[in-house]
C-alpha cells in the first residue's frame, strides 16, 4: 500500500523510515517532511501539517491507501474527520476523540468518571477559582493550560505565589490563546514518570513497549520543562504487576471512550507516574510520542503498515496484527539549538550527519532541519534525535553518545545522563 505521513519532526521521520521498511507498504509520501524524511520518502515541502484541505487533496491525486498523522494539531482540528468525509483511510483519532490530548479537563474528567487512576486536579475559568484550587495543596503547585499550548503550558513550582501567577499569565493574561482560558490545577505526584503506548482499532487495545522520556532541559532533571531531550526502551527495572497495571489503564482509558460513544482510533499515549499506589495518569496524548516513538521503533520486529492499516480500517482488526518487539535496548538523544527551550537561532550548518549515521545500530532521526543550498541547517529547538540500538541499555547509550559527538552546528546542546541511572540499576557500568 501506498502511506503518506503527516508531520516534520523526528517522530514523522522515525513513522516513515519504519513504514518504508515494512513488507506491507510499497511507498511512503510525507508532508512536509524534512531533509531526513526525504531519504526514506517523497516529500511535499509545500503541504503543511495543518492544511487538512490541502493534504486530503494530496492524498486523493496520488492513490494514498493510508494517512498516518503524527503531531496532534491537525487531529484536533479534525483531519480524521474531513478524511473519512472524502473516503480517505486515515491512521489517527476523530476531533471528538483527540479531545483527549486537546483538552486536559476533558480527559481528567474522563478518568473521574470511568475511576481510571489519575492526579486529582480542577478546572477553572476563573482566577478565584484557581486560588481556591491552590490553596488546597501544599505544593509542589502544577498548573496547565487545557488546551494545546505547544508543549509551554505547564507549570510546576514549589512556590504559590509562582503557581497563582501561571494561572493569572494563562487566564488574564492569555500568555497560551483560548488554549489557556481554562487552567487544570493538578496535584503534584512523586515517583516516576513513564511513556505508555497503545494501538487501537476502536476495540482491541495493543499495548506498545514501555518508554521513558526526559523533560528537563539540564542534566539530573534541571532546568525548563522540553519536549523531550532523549529517550529509551525498554525499562529493565519495571515488574510485571506495575506492566500490568499500565495495560490496564491503556484498555480502560479506550473503553471508558467507547462507553461514551466515541470511536477511538490509532494511538492513545498515557504520560503516568509510578507512585506508592500504582501508576495514575499525568496526561493523555493522541498520537505517538516524541520523543519516545524514535526509540520505539527500532525495536519492533514487526510490520508496522499491517498493525496501523488495521487501525484504520472499518473492518479490520488488530487481533492479529500486534506488534511484538526485539530484546534489544534503544537510546535516543536529542540534539538542540542553543537557548531551547527559550529564545533560540537557526540556520547554522550541521556537520557529521554522514559519520554519526555510518554507525552500526545508530538511526539519526531529523526534527528541526532544513535543506539550503545543498548543505543541511538548522530550522527548529530540537534539531536531531540520535538513536542507537544495542544488546543492553549501557551499550545504546555508548553508541548513541558517540554518534552524536561526530555532529556539530553551533550552539548545539544535549543532556549527558540519558538512561544513565536505568543502565546503572540494571548492573551495568556507564
Given at each position: 500500500?501506498?502511506?503518506?505521513?503527516?508531520?516534520?519532526?523526528?517522530?514523522?521521520?522515525?513513522?516513515?523510515?519504519?513504514?518504508?521498511?515494512?513488507?506491507?507498504?510499497?511507498?511512503?509520501?510525507?508532508?512536509?517532511?524534512?531533509?531526513?524524511?526525504?531519504?526514506?520518502?517523497?516529500?511535499?515541502?509545500?503541504?503543511?501539517?495543518?492544511?487538512?484541505?490541502?493534504?486530503?487533496?494530496?492524498?486523493?491525486?496520488?492513490?494514498?491507501?493510508?494517512?498516518?498523522?503524527?503531531?496532534?494539531?491537525?487531529?484536533?482540528?479534525?483531519?480524521?474527520?474531513?478524511?473519512?468525509?472524502?473516503?480517505?483511510?486515515?491512521?489517527?483519532?476523530?476531533?471528538?476523540?483527540?479531545?483527549?490530548?486537546?483538552?486536559?479537563?476533558?480527559?481528567?474528567?474522563?478518568?473521574?468518571?470511568?475511576?481510571?487512576?489519575?492526579?486529582?486536579?480542577?478546572?477553572?475559568?476563573?482566577?478565584?477559582q484557581a486560588f481556591d484550587a491552590?490553596?488546597?495543596?501544599?505544593?509542589?503547585?502544577?498548573?496547565?493550560?487545557?488546551?494545546?499550548?505547544?508543549?509551554?503550558?505547564?507549570?510546576?513550582?514549589?512556590?504559590?505565589?509562582?503557581?497563582?501567577?501561571?494561572?493569572?499569565?494563562?487566564?488574564?493574561?492569555?500568555?497560551?490563546?483560548?488554549?489557556?482560558?481554562?487552567?487544570?490545577?493538578?496535584?503534584?505526584?512523586?515517583?516516576?514518570?513513564?511513556?505508555?503506548?497503545?494501538?487501537?482499532?476502536?476495540?482491541?487495545?495493543?499495548?506498545?513497549?514501555?518508554?521513558?522520556?526526559?523533560?528537563?532541559?539540564?542534566?539530573?532533571?534541571?532546568?525548563?520543562?522540553?519536549?523531550?531531550?532523549?529517550?529509551?526502551?525498554?525499562?529493565?527495572?519495571?515488574?510485571?504487576?506495575?506492566?500490568?497495571?499500565?495495560?490496564?489503564?491503556?484498555?480502560?482509558?479506550?473503553?471508558?471512550?467507547?462507553?461514551?460513544?466515541?470511536?477511538?482510533?490509532?494511538?492513545?499515549?498515557?504520560?503516568?507516574?509510578?507512585?506508592?499506589?500504582?501508576?495514575?495518569?499525568?496526561?493523555?496524548?493522541?498520537?505517538?510520542?516524541?520523543?519516545?516513538?524514535?526509540?520505539?521503533?527500532?525495536?519492533?520486529?514487526?510490520?508496522?503498515?499491517?498493525?496501523?492499516?488495521?487501525?484504520?480500517?472499518?473492518?479490520?482488526?488488530?487481533?492479529?496484527?500486534?506488534?511484538?518487539?526485539?530484546?534489544?535496548?534503544?537510546?535516543?538523544?536529542?540534539?538542540?539549538?542553543?537557548?531551547?527551550?527559550?529564545?533560540?537561532?537557526?540556520?547554522?550548518?550541521?556537520?557529521?550527519?554522514?559519520?554519526?549515521?555510518?554507525?552500526?545500530?545508530?538511526?539519526?532521526?531529523?526534527?528541526?532541519?532544513?535543506?539550503?543550498?545543498?548543505?543541511?541547517?538548522?530550522?527548529?529547538?530540537?534539531v536531531l534525535t540520535v538513536v542507537?540500538?544495542?544488546?543492553?541499555?549501557?551499550?545504546?547509550?555508548?553508541?548513541?553518545?558517540?554518534?552524536?559527538?561526530?555532529?556539530?552546528?553551533?550552539?548545539?546542546?544535549?543532556?549527558?545522563?540519558?538512561?544513565?541511572?536505568?543502565?546503572?540499576?540494571?548492573?551495568?557500568?556507564?
Amino acid at each position: 500500500m501506498r502511506v503518506l505521513v503527516v508531520g516534520s519532526g523526528a517522530r514523522e521521520h522515525a513513522l516513515a523510515w519504519c513504514l518504508a521498511g515494512s513488507p506491507s507498504v510499497s511507498e511512503v509520501l510525507a508532508a512536509p517532511g524534512n531533509p531526513g524524511i526525504e531519504q526514506v520518502a517523497e516529500a511535499f515541502p509545500d503541504v503543511a501539517a495543518d492544511d487538512i484541505d490541502a493534504l486530503s487533496g494530496l492524498a486523493e491525486r496520488r492513490g494514498v491507501d493510508l494517512t498516518v498523522v503524527g503531531p496532534e494539531a491537525p487531529l484536533v482540528a479534525g483531519l480524521a474527520d474531513r478524511f473519512a468525509e472524502r473516503g480517505l483511510p486515515v491512521f489517527g483519532p476523530t476531533a471528538s476523540a483527540a479531545r483527549l490530548e486537546g483538552s486536559k479537563a476533558f480527559a481528567k474528567a474522563l478518568c473521574e468518571r470511568h475511576g481510571i487512576p489519575a492526579a486529582r486536579s480542577w478546572a477553572c475559568t476563573e482566577v478565584n477559582q484557581a486560588f481556591d484550587a491552590l490553596d488546597r495543596l501544599h505544593g509542589p503547585y502544577v498548573v496547565k493550560a487545557d488546551g494545546l499550548a505547544a508543549g509551554k503550558g505547564v507549570t510546576v513550582t514549589a512556590s504559590l505565589r509562582e503557581a497563582q501567577e501561571a494561572a493569572r499569565d494563562s487566564l488574564v493574561g492569555r500568555a497560551f490563546g483560548e488554549a489557556g482560558a481554562t487552567v487544570l490545577i493538578e496535584e503534584h505526584l512523586e515517583g516516576e514518570e513513564v511513556s505508555a503506548m497503545a494501538l487501537t482499532d476502536g476495540a482491541v487495545v495493543a499495548p506498545l513497549a514501555l518508554a521513558q522520556d526526559f523533560k528537563r532541559a539540564l542534566d539530573g532533571d534541571r532546568g525548563p520543562n522540553t519536549g523531550g531531550m532523549g529517550a529509551y526502551s525498554p525499562l529493565p527495572h519495571l515488574d510485571a504487576e506495575t506492566g500490568a497495571a499500565i495495560d490496564d489503564i491503556l484498555r480502560r482509558t479506550v473503553r471508558a471512550l467507547l462507553d461514551e460513544g466515541i470511536d477511538y482510533r490509532g494511538v492513545v499515549y498515557a504520560g503516568l507516574m509510578l507512585t506508592a499506589d500504582g501508576p495514575k495518569v499525568l496526561e493523555y496524548n493522541c498520537r505517538f510520542g516524541d520523543p519516545e516513538t524514535q526509540v520505539l521503533l527500532p525495536r519492533l520486529a514487526t510490520d508496522l503498515g499491517a498493525a496501523v492499516a488495521a487501525c484504520a480500517a472499518a473492518d479490520g482488526s488488530l487481533t492479529g496484527a500486534t506488534p511484538a518487539w526485539s530484546d534489544d535496548a534503544c537510546v535516543g538523544v536529542v540534539l538542540a539549538s542553543g537557548g531551547y527551550p527559550g529564545p533560540f537561532q537557526t540556520g547554522f550548518d550541521v556537520e557529521g550527519l554522514p559519520e554519526a549515521a555510518s554507525q552500526p545500530g545508530v538511526q539519526v532521526f531529523h526534527a528541526g532541519t532544513l535543506r539550503r543550498g545543498g548543505r543541511v541547517v538548522t530550522a527548529g529547538g530540537r534539531v536531531l534525535t540520535v538513536v542507537a540500538r544495542g544488546p543492553d541499555l549501557a551499550a545504546a547509550r555508548a553508541s548513541a553518545y558517540a554518534a552524536s559527538s561526530t555532529i556539530r552546528f553551533d550552539g548545539m546542546g544535549f543532556r549527558h545522563d540519558i538512561a544513565s541511572a536505568a543502565a546503572a540499576a540494571a548492573g551495568v557500568p556507564v
